[in-house]
């Protein structure tokens, strides 16, 4: 991907945090140092972030291409 990343990966990805499940929306964002993925509730809170490297979308991402 080239230039600047903001795409909606996922709706509806439930997490848990402190013991909690919340139900967010996974977005890619381009962000100094590289891209990373922000797991954000419905009211626009951000309750988890990770490495774009880190999460399950790049490994999908990588499976895809090698077919």
Known sequence: MSGPVNKILEKGVFIEVDGRTIKTTAILL???????????????????????????YYREAKKKSKE
Do not use: H, L, M, P
Request: net charge neutral; glycine share 12%.
């Open 30 to 56: 381009a962000v100094s140092g590289g891209k990373r993925v922000y797991y954000i509730t419905e009211n626009g809170e951000i309750v988890k972030t990770q490495a774009y490297s880190d999460s399950i």
